[in-house]
């Protein structure tokens, strides 16, 4: 079994910054893809930031220049660090991932998400 856990969401004021942390445990053999999306109040789950195993990584158009995603491949970890946060940002955060567990293919993995509130 592979659990995401997920931490470092809150509140903060427009201009500021958090980073989110999300770890994977469990029987791990790869994990080919990590990454955040989000969802906001009425609005569909979007991809925020991910990152291949090859080192690619992707930024939704509305962060690029001011989220960064990084890994750490021996914890098994991304972190997004959220800088010059807009009130458009505010939504719950989801980690996800896709690893190879127990089978020969990558199987989709969610974290329980965290909330990031941004006041103007």
């Known amino acids: 079994q592979v659990q995401l856990v997920e931490s470092g969401g809150g509140e903060v004021q427009a201009g500021g910054s958090l980073r989110l942390s999300c770890s994977a445990s469990?029987?791990?053999?790869?994990?080919?893809?990590m990454g955040w999306y989000r969802q906001a109040p009425g609005k569909e789950r979007e991809l925020v930031a991910r990152?291949?195993?090859?080192?690619?990584?992707k930024y939704a158009d509305s962060v690029k220049g001011r989220f960064t995603l990084s890994r750490d491949d021996a914890k098994n970890a991304v972190y997004l660090s959220m800088n010059s946060l807009k009130p458009e940002d505010t939504a719950v955060y989801y980690c996800?991932?896709?690893?190879?567990?127990?089978?020969?293919?990558?199987?989709?993995?969610w974290g329980q998400g965290t909330q990031v509130t941004v006041s103007p």
């Open positions: 990152i291949i195993r090859g080192g690619t990584t």
């Open positions: 469990g029987i791990i053999i790869s994990i080919t893809m």
């Open positions: 996800n991932a896709e690893i190879i567990s127990s089978t020969y293919y990558p199987d989709p993995y």
